[in-house]
């Protein structure tokens, strides 16, 4: 009899663990797996899943009350209201938490910034001009990863016509294909071919133009004035790195990292 | 009447009056949903044992699995917010209190795949108080 209570007492623990087991909490929105049909939940407020977010790790924060999403939420297929930031900056939409979204350049969040924080708001963007505490700086070298994640993914990212303003002092995001380095001399050298190409500047001679991928560059006559922040001129197109159908899902990533 | 009579009456007035206030309550939200084009159906009593011991009504909005439950004060009904996440099943869901009132959503048939439903369920209950 007493065997019989022990068996049945440690089904009963095994049952419970399940049951506790089954349900995953979020905080708010968030993207949907693809291995759940993909797309996006709009749920604003505390919620479970039967399934597990993907990419915990850059993709969230582990929040009381779930997992918090702090990405872009466009690529994922959110159509409601958004706002426009540049680089890195404070988030504030998961109460108290001091947390941070690491997305290099333009990118999307649901969320504006509350009227008190360090935002100046330049060309419908919004750039963070405050400090960047210690909190930031160490855990940069995990949450940067996020870039792995968004880098691939095609879509419309926000339009920034204007240069950062002088308070900003975050990352200043550069086109990165083709890269195109020019060492030379005095800062005013440019191999400028499409708008939005990544320019890197050396220090001395010989003036030379090094292409890093195999597309062909085209070089314009045209000398522009490279300044100290490039400037992106126009809407960023990233376009995806195919595997050919074969889909691998987020175990490439896993890889990648 | 004496001076206790009158006590008397007046506190059973005032209880009959509080009891409506819970189903007034109960009703504003159901015709708000009603409103919103929500399709709610009819709640139903249920045991509210289970739930933390609230006054607990069942029904759907919208094709989503809702229990309603009332409670004595805002604090009991935050507290069983837990035990309303362990009524939601192999499911997406919600437990939500609002003051005296806690919600518990359900999609158990799959009918909110993207949360829409389920979050304007909880806008129009957030905002009937």
């Known amino acids: 009899m007493k065997r019989t209570l022990l068996l049945l007492a440690i089904a009963s623990f095994f049952v419970a663990a399940r049951a506790d087991a089954k349900h995953f909490r979020f905080q708010g929105m968030h993207p949907i797996p693809e291995s759940q049909g993909g797309g996006f939940c709009y749920i604003e407020t505390p919620h479970v899943h039967i399934y597990e977010p993907a990419r915990p790790d850059v993709l969230y924060r582990n929040e009381p009350d779930g997992y918090a999403f702090v990405g872009d939420p466009v690529p994922y297929g959110y159509d409601g209201p958004k706002y426009s930031y540049y680089g890195h900056h404070p988030i504030y939409v998961y109460g108290d938490a001091e947390e941070y979204c690491y997305l290099d350049g333009p990118h999307y969040h649901w969320f504006a910034p509350p009227p008190q924080a360090r935002y100046r708001l330049k060309g419908g963007v919004y750039f963070y001009t405050g400090p960047f505490p210690s909190v930031y700086v160490e855990a940069k070298p995990r949450y940067t990863r996020i870039n792995t994640v968004y880098r691939p993914l095609r879509y419309s990212r926000p339009v920034v016509i204007e240069a950062p303003p002088p308070e900003y002092t975050g990352p200043v995001f550069v086109e990165d294909r083709p890269t195109v380095v020019v060492p030379s001399g005095p800062p005013m050298v440019h191999a400028g071919v499409q708008a939005g190409f990544s320019v890197q500047i050396g220090t001395p001679p010989p003036p030379a133009v090094i292409v890093h991928e195999e597309r062909p560059v085209y070089v314009q006559e045209r000398p522009v004035i490279v300044r100290e922040r490039p400037v992106i001129v126009r809407e960023r197109e990233v376009y995806v790195k195919h595997d050919r159908g074969k889909h691998r899902g987020w175990k490439k990533w896993e890889d990648e990292d | ?129």
Request: glycine share 12%.
């Open chain 2, 1 to 129: 009447m004496g001076r206790r009579g009158l006590v008397i009456l007046f506190a059973a007035v005032l209880a009959g009056a509080c009891g409506k206030s819970d189903d007034a309550q109960a009703q504003a939200i159901v015709a708000a949903w009603q409103k919103a084009g929500l399709e709610p159906s009819a709640l139903e009593p249920i045991d509210g044992k289970p739930f933390d011991d609230g006054k607990c009504r069942t029904g759907s909005v919208g094709g989503i699995d809702v229990t309603m439950c009332e409670y004595k004060d805002a604090d009991a009904a935050k507290r069983a917010e837990a035990v309303g996440l362990t009524k939601i099943g192999d499911a997406t869901g919600v437990a939500r209190a609002e003051g005296r009132v806690m919600l518990v959503l359900a999609d158990r048939r799959g009918h909110d795949p993207n949360g829409r439903t389920i979050n304007r369920i909880l806008k129009v209950f957030s905002e009937t108080k």
